[in-house]
């Protein structure tokens, strides 16, 4: 195993309900590292270039109005097995079938407004985290 870096994103959901700070957390909880951390609040061009990867997918419309709705929260990641970890503290992507105590089943709403993402490869982390952070906004010892 290696130390990895990924993104997590609180989703307007999340934000609207106040999460930020359990969600902030758990993550550190799990022995994880936030060294990145920023409020934004993306615009419709950022959120259909984010999320390109789904533009074929019936729900892709839908998923940018949900993720332009509201400020959202970026958090680089870091620690061993970082991207598999942090998508086991989030669920599965439709709550009713994440695990008891992962965030999507304590906290979302429904398959879309599912509260938080996380980069599910090394590949997709490694376009994800500098489509918000450059180098220097991330702190290995804050
Ligand atoms: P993931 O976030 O668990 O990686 P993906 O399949 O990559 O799930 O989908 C990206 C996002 O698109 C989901 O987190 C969710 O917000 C939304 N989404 C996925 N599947 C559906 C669906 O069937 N209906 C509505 N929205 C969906
Ligand atoms: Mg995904």
Not at 127 to 132: A, D, H, L
């Amino acid at each position: 195993m290696a130390t990895e870096l990924t993104l997590g994103i609180i989703k307007p959901d999340g934000v609207q309900k106040v999460l930020i700070g359990e969600i902030v957390s758990r993550i550190q909880k799990a022995g994880l590292r936030v060294i990145g951390l920023r409020l934004t609040h993306l615009s419709q061009q950022e959120a259909e270039a984010f999320y390109a990867v789904h533009k074929a997918r019936p729900f892709y419309g839908d998923l940018v109005s949900f993720m332009i709705r509201g400020p959202v929260a970026v958090l680089a990641i870091e620690g061993e097995n970082a991207i598999a970890r942090w998508r086991e503290l989030m669920g599965a992507t439709d709550p009713a079938k994440a695990a008891p105590g992962t965030i999507r089943k304590d906290f979302a709403s429904n398959i879309e407004e599912n509260t938080v993402h996380g980069s599910d490869s090394p590949a997709t982390a490694a376009v994800e985290v500098p489509f918000f952070f450059r180098t220097t906004e991330l702190h290995r010892q804050g």
